[in-house]
């Protein structure tokens, strides 16, 4: 990695109405959470869905319609943006060797939808009933000009099919799509003795001893493997809330996560959100699943799930900032408890039918308490206990035509990193669900970043990261090498204030070379860290972006192309997937 010197940058100066050829077109203006943050006007967005008791979209509000608190306090309105505000126009198409993870690109028109079928927290059987409704939903109902990707989770996140408005180019996808084996299942603890057919304890003296020993070290073996794959799975679901914060970022406006799944391994944040510092620590998680399986695995689990609590107050805020809103839709449908008998009955050597049905339904009642708090804290819905899910597919998507957007500058200027509760009101009857609330962190203040980590990630996101956006041209260049162009869009990228009206910026571009099945074989980093005087830094803006070259190593084979740039003081990144020429 090295620095560009100044007399780089005056020749990148000079030729920088190149880059009008890798963005045609006029440069779509935007005000999204990181983007603010990053100039440091502190601008929360809140997206509200209000509906009539029936549950039909209320159109037409204004600001003065809403009323919007913040702890207790109520909060000035900045802007609102409703439902009906025409979306951007269709981008003119980008020439060969050219691409860009822009929004005007990645979400050209129309209300984002993301489809996740969860695999690393869900059995087989489920995962295969789900995929059936889903074709059964995007065959029969799916209407032209919703926008819609769906992702796989296993150990990390997947992309079945980048966002599109073809309702058959989704169901292609998903006729593909094969369910698989659950890599991380769910332990059922063994209980401790041995019945007979009519209830009895059999054995007794040094025999009973002999069982109570063996039922012991099975138990504490189980144990290990139940704390282990919840382990697993806390990791794998953190994993991808983090990239799909990357992914969704930086398109604008709320974007909702229709999540199928059996289970989600962790709550975002604690009950009580009136706490110490120190109080959160201790109870973030409220982490739990509360059913028989996590509590079985003991201290290992709990110190498992303590240890993820920074984790995930950093998750909660990535995805409020990228306005995600998670609609849990479980996959399990009615149950009774004794769906599971089968799959109980080598593990539970003692316990009665009745007794494992009540043990099921506690765990499957708990892990439905946490997908509403999912819902409820990020402002989606809980769609369980039902066996059509297609029809929790069709609610999600409804709340489209019913959601606003409000941004407002909280009148507690100290970011904190504490939560703070927010609390939405209309001057009407009617249904109003936002996200609760979200924890005051300023992304150019947090301690010890791990860039690089955001960074590896991003590398590996299976879909453009849009956090920083950026254009970038790939072409062959000279001996053997490959010649890439970056625009990088400054609007995207902290500036902070230098003498004399000069703005200092720092960021990173990265490109790899990745083989089919993901090994880098060839990378390259280039800083920039310069400090540009005001009629520089002005006309960068009026190019739309800082062009910079680099080249990087061709490789022999089918290869694929990864670019990364990441801004130093936030650790936003944003990513394209390019294809080696």
Not at 158 to 168: A, K
Not at 417 to 430: E, L
Request: hydrophobic fraction near 40%; proline fraction near 5%; charged fraction near 20%.
């Amino acid at each position: 990695m090295y620095r560009i010197q100044k007399k780089q940058w005056n020749t990148l100066v000079s030729v920088i109405a190149v880059a009008a050829m890798l963005c045609p077109g006029p440069a779509v203006s935007q005000e999204l959470p990181g983007a603010t943050i990053r100039v440091n006007t502190r601008l929360v967005l809140v997206d509200v869905v209000v509906t009539d008791k029936q549950g039909h979209p209320i159109n037409g509000l204004k600001a003065e319609n809403f009323t919007v608190q913040e702890k207790g306090k109520t909060q000035k309105i900045a802007f609102l943006t409703t439902p009906q505000q025409a979306q951007p126009a269709q981008p003119p198409q980008l020439g060969p060797g050219i691409y860009s993870n822009k929004p005007e690109f990645r979400s050209p028109g129309g209300p984002i939808t993301a489809i996740l079928l969860d695999g690393a927290n869900t059995p087989f059987k489920d995962q295969a009933y789900a995929r059936s409704q889903m074709l059964k939903y995007v065959r029969d109902e799916l209407k032209p000009g919703q926008r819609v990707g769906v992702f796989t989770l296993t150990n990390s996140l997947g992309v079945l099919q980048d966002f599109t408005s073809d309702p058959q180019i989704l169901l292609a996808a998903l006729q593909k799509f094969q369910p698989q084996e659950q890599r991380l299942q769910n332990a059922t603890p063994l209980t401790s003795g041995v019945t007979s057919a009519d209830g009895g304890l059999h054995g007794g003296g040094a025999l009973e001893v002999g069982i109570a020993q063996a039922v012991a070290a099975a138990q504490n073996f189980e144990n290990l493997q139940v704390a282990y794959q919840l382990e697993r799975r806390v990791e794998v679901t953190l994993g991808a809330m983090r990239s799909l914060a990357r992914i969704l970022g930086g398109m604008p406006g709320r974007k909702e996560i229709i999540w199928l799944t059996a289970a989600f391994p962790f709550e975002l944040i604690p009950q009580n959100r009136d706490v110490s510092e120190a109080e959160l620590l201790a109870d973030l998680p409220n982490v739990k699943q509360k059913g028989v399986d996590t509590l079985a695995a003991g201290s290992m689990a709990e110190n498992s799930r303590e240890s993820h609590v920074q984790e995930i107050r950093d998750v909660a805020s990535q995805m409020a900032n990228a306005q995600i809103a998670v609609y849990p839709v479980d996959v399990r449908g009615l149950a009774s408890g004794m769906e599971f008998e089968k799959e109980d009955a080598s593990s539970q050597m003692g316990a009665t039918m009745a007794s494992r049905a009540v043990v099921r339904m506690d765990d499957m009642t708990a892990s439905q308490e946490t997908m509403r708090e999912m819902a409820t804290e990020t402002g989606g819905k809980a769609y369980v206990n039902q066996n059509e899910i297609k029809e929790g597919v069709a609610l999600a998507l409804a709340d489209n035509a019913a959601a606003y957007t409000i941004g407002y500058y909280p009148e507690d200027k100290k970011w904190d990193g504490n939560y703070r509760a927010i609390k939405v009101k209309v001057d009407r009857d009617a249904e109003v669900r936002s996200r609760r609330g979200y924890f005051a962190i300023d992304p150019t203040q947090v301690k010890d970043k791990k860039s690089e980590q955001g960074v590896v990630e991003a590398l590996h996101d299976a879909a453009p990261d849009t956090q920083v956006s950026f254009s970038a041209q790939v072409k062959p260049g000279d001996k053997g090498k490959v010649n890439v162009m970056f625009l990088v869009d400054p609007n995207t990228i902290s500036a902070d204030d230098a003498s004399g009206g000069s703005k200092k910026i720092n960021f990173v571009l990265y490109a790899a070379v990745l083989s089919p099945e993901g090994k880098i074989l060839e990378n390259r980093s280039l800083k920039v860290d310069q400090t540009f005087d005001a009629a520089t830094y002005q006309k960068i803006m009026q190019q739309g972006g800082m062009l910079v070259p680099m080249d990087i190593d061709a490789q022999a084979g089918k290869n694929k192309l990864q670019l990364v740039v990441q801004d130093q003081k936030t650790g936003l990144v944003g990513s394209i997937n390019a294809e080696m020429p």
